[in-house]
């Protein structure tokens, strides 16, 4: 075997372990959710939800932005055959960098805490920001480390570090939360808790990253860099990287700015809006579990998009393309089709209650829009454009700004939820005809739009057809947590056996497309089955 294919074969070990971490923490990261708004009830789950986009937002940017660009940058140098002594001193510039920037951000949490609960007409939640900000506090070493095994193709730390860390943020969170609540029944010492475990779990994650690192005794050797460029690049590419994250956890911000004071200010009682607030961003746990599904299929095949669009002018990258947006939007599609047929049932078996049902169907149709988004973001990083994503990006949030002021007065927590699927929607229209414009002028062919149709038809008669029945069994005029287990059970099962059966009987994706996505080859083998000369 060459060192090439060695390499190459360590990467794409590295990258798949990376990708699993990543899921793994995915998953956590919304399923925690739910027995936490179990414990503290929908008002101690809109204290948590007010908080919980400013302290994302610094560990998204840091993970998921400053670690890849430090990365990139320290594997160019490498690349180049650049010394060691330069990548300490390019590494050196970032730390001092991205210190500067955790103070500026610690001071902003800290010391305007109590500004930016005035802002959110809440004045206890300063405390849950104050304990937040010494997150940021992390961000130098967590990105540094990272950004630096990653760069020698270790994935190993940065992976085992992800699940370390949110797996001792959960534990915390939910043990600690239980504990608490035996001891006051204050929803903000709650929050607090569960602040405080975001907090430790980032530090035991760093902690974990400093025990992998092997500390090689090296001359001191400085020499001089320009540090403009290197503070640019890498401001620039993390920003890049992370600003598809960075979407969600903004419109949040909006979210968390306006709704709980508007809704006060149309007339509404301070508990009750407190609740409703809580029980929309119950919607929040189901979209991150729809949008894993919808795209860490179609995220696989992103890599491959990297590398043909780099070869021969990028003609070799076109058929991946549109296999990325075939699958991101078929998977999308069964999510938020799925989540919507299902949500009354859903909603009274995860959080107790089956309150704006309605408005959380409507909260749940993002899926579709963000699995757009997030597999065109990465296909377009391949093709190193970055300028007009951000500007797609950018002006949804304002879409969705202007949304909420206009729609909330009126319509409540309803109003926000158009404003964030109307925002997205426009972005990923956005990116859809930036796609076509440079690199595919065809993403599907209305064929593959029609048979999508008759496959969400077919979900939507068959889960209708047995609700209609169940309900024939199943005659209570209120529904208990046991049955609505049953009637998920059963519809999730129903629903989505007819939609991959249609999908597969009329060959929305090709066989040889579903070898190419993960877990596909059963798809794939299903669907020759079902297509069998007899």
Do not use: H
Not at 32 to 51: A, H, T
Not at 81 to 95: D, L, N, P, Q
Not at 115 to 139: N, P, S, Y
Not at 503 to 519: N, S, Y
């Amino acid at each position: 075997m060459s060192s090439q294919n060695f390499g190459m074969k360590n990467y794409m070990k590295g990258a798949l372990l990376l990708t699993m971490a990543a899921l793994i923490v995915k998953i956590l990261s919304a399923v925690y959710r739910v027995p936490f708004q179990n414990l503290v009830g929908d008002q101690g789950f809109y204290v948590y939800q007010q908080v919980y986009p400013f302290i994302s937002f610094f560990v998204v940017w840091t993970s998921s932005g400053f670690a890849v660009a430090i990365s990139k940058m320290l594997a160019d140098i490498e690349a180049r055959s650049g010394t060691a002594i330069e990548k300490r001193a390019v590494s050196r510039v970032i730390f001092i960098y991205l210190t500067v920037l955790s103070l500026l951000f610690f001071s902003l949490l800290f010391f305007g805490a109590d500004t930016l609960a005035a802002l959110m007409d809440d004045a206890e939640l300063a405390g849950l920001l104050k304990i937040g900000a010494f997150i940021t506090l992390c961000m130098p070493l967590v990105a540094l480390l990272k950004g630096t095994f990653q760069a020698s193709n270790d994935m190993r730390p940065v992976a085992y570090a992800q699940v370390f860390e949110q797996t001792i943020r959960v534990a915390i969170i939910l043990f600690g939360t239980n504990v608490l609540l035996q001891f006051t029944t204050s929803v903000y010492n709650a929050g607090k808790m569960a602040v405080l475990g975001t907090v430790i779990g980032e530090v035991a994650g760093m902690i974990l990253l400093l025990l992998f690192l092997k500390r090689e005794q090296q001359p001191i050797v400085r020499i001089k860099v320009a540090v403009w460029p290197i503070l640019k690049e890498v401001t620039l590419y993390s920003i890049a990287i992370s600003m598809s994250a960075l979407l969600l956890l903004c419109f949040q911000l909006v979210d968390s700015f306006t709704i709980f004071k508007m809704l006060v200010a149309s007339g509404m009682e301070v508990v009750q809006a407190m609740e409703a607030k809580g029980i929309y961003d119950r919607g929040q746990p189901l979209v991150q579990l729809g949008i894993v599904i919808a795209t860490s299929l179609s995220l696989a095949i992103v890599p491959l998009v990297a590398i043909k669009a780099k070869a021969s002018n990028g003609r070799g990258a076109k058929p991946f393309i549109q296999l990325t947006y075939r699958s991101s939007l078929l998977f999308g599609v069964a999510a938020a089709l799925g989540l919507l047929l299902v949500m009354p049932y859903v909603n009274m078996l995860l959080f107790t209650t089956d309150s704006y049902s309605n408005t959380l169907r409507l909260y749940v149709v993002q899926i579709i829009p963000l699995s757009i988004i997030l597999t065109f973001t990465a296909v377009l990083q391949g093709y190193s454009k970055l300028k007009m994503p951000a500007l797609f990006l950018l002006m949804s949030i304002v879409l969705k700004w202007v949304g909420n002021m206009l729609l909330i007065p009126t319509l409540g927590v309803l109003g926000a939820a158009i404003a964030s699927t109307g925002g997205l929607i426009f972005a990923a229209v956005a990116f859809v005809l930036y796609m076509k414009k440079i690199a595919v002028s065809r993403l599907a062919s209305a064929m593959y739009y029609r048979k999508l149709l008759v496959a969400s038809s077919a979900m939507i008669v068959t889960v209708l057809c047995a609700v209609f029945l169940l309900d024939l069994v199943f005659t209570a005029p209120v529904m208990r947590r046991s049955v609505a287990l049953i009637y998920s059970g059963v519809l999730v099962a129903l629903g989505a056996f007819s939609f991959i059966t249609v999908v597969a009987k009329m060959r929305v994706l090709t066989e040889k497309d579903w070898f190419l996505i993960p877990l596909g080859r059963r798809m794939a083998m299903y669907q020759l089955w079902l297509n069998r000369k007899k």
